[in-house]
């Protein structure tokens, strides 16, 4: 359920009195009977409903506002832990980084050096300068190459790490000390100047053959599309930032939470094979439909007595106008499957249209309704 408060229009604090008047005034708005020509006036009337049920009852109202805030406090020590931890890491990185460089600094000389005595003896295989991976295995220990053999490898870890802490960025720590903050760029520093580049260096003064170029991680995005894109099979584009775009079509098979991978539209990094951009396809909420899997759920309002007696509707279905037929006695967990007429799933087929009955009462009291349950009540039959 939404946020009843921001259904209402009414602030936390707000008295009774003030929401059962937002309440009043949302509901003759969104009424249906007052918005005919709309298809959501229902769906929509009946949420408000659900709101107003909500906030008038101080029991309901005080769980909700606990739940609230119980999540917004989890939400805030887990952004504050998280940023201090990467802060840590960040700074043992850093050091790390440091004490690396200076060490292959070092091992270039030392291998200048081996070089050219290999270079005057080349009859002699023991003579031979030493192989650059074999080098940084010396220099940064046997994990590097088990780790998947070499620097790039390690770049790669790094950038997926990073990949994996968007937290950090997107929402900045005002609780962060001036340290955690310089030790955090100065990580970030070290992973854009990965060991690769140590490696070529190791490689132009020993004259070993550079490796076949490693794939860049792929770039992750999301595309936020509509319920009327998928059916349609649109063009879709996503921003993979810096100014870049990308265009693809939904295909079938397209629902929430699909994946489609554009090959080589990822990062682009010199010396290595450019990675692939993995879009993550989100569909907006839609005031008609709620997808679920493939097929698409919809509600449908009836009166008492057209669910006491049953009678033919007509619901806006995703291609159009759909006329159905609600059975006598049909109560609000009835459901009317309509095959055919939700999303098409990849394999020649398609999902359904559920069709969700919701009974619903007059705008104004009935007499002979009121006398009529009332009689009922104390069986009481005329």
Known sequence: MRDPYKI??????????????AWRNMAKAVHPDHNQGDPTASARFAEVGRAYET????????LFDN?????????NENTIMAQRQAAREAAVRAKAAQE???RVMEELARAAAQKAAADA??????????PAEEMIERIFGAQARAAGGGSRTAYTAASRKADAEPAVDKQPDTTKTEAETMAE??????????LSLLTSLVRRFTGSAAPAPEKVPDLIATATVTVDDVLKGSWTLVDLGEGREVGFTLAPGTTE???VRLKGQGHKLSGMQRGDALINVHIAPDTRFKVDGFDLHAVLPVTIENAVLGTDAEIEGPNGPLKITVPAWSGSDKTIRIAGQGLADGAGGRGDLVVELRIILWEKPDDKVTD??????????L
């Open 372 to 381: 009529l349950m009332r009689s009922m009540k104390n069986g009481l039959f």
């Open 67 to 75: 739940a609230a805030r119980m999540a917004e406090a989890k939400s």
């Open 257 to 259: 939470g699909h994946q």
């Open 8 to 21: 209402l229009g009414v602030k936390r604090d707000a008295g009774q009195d003030e929401i059962k008047a």
């Open 185 to 194: 760029d100065a990580a970030t520093a070290s992973i854009l100047q990965p």
């Open 100 to 102: 690396n460089a200076e």
């Open 55 to 62: 906030l008038k009852d101080p029991k309901k109202r005080s």
């Open 121 to 130: 003896a080349k009859q002699q295989q023991t003579g031979a300068a030493e």
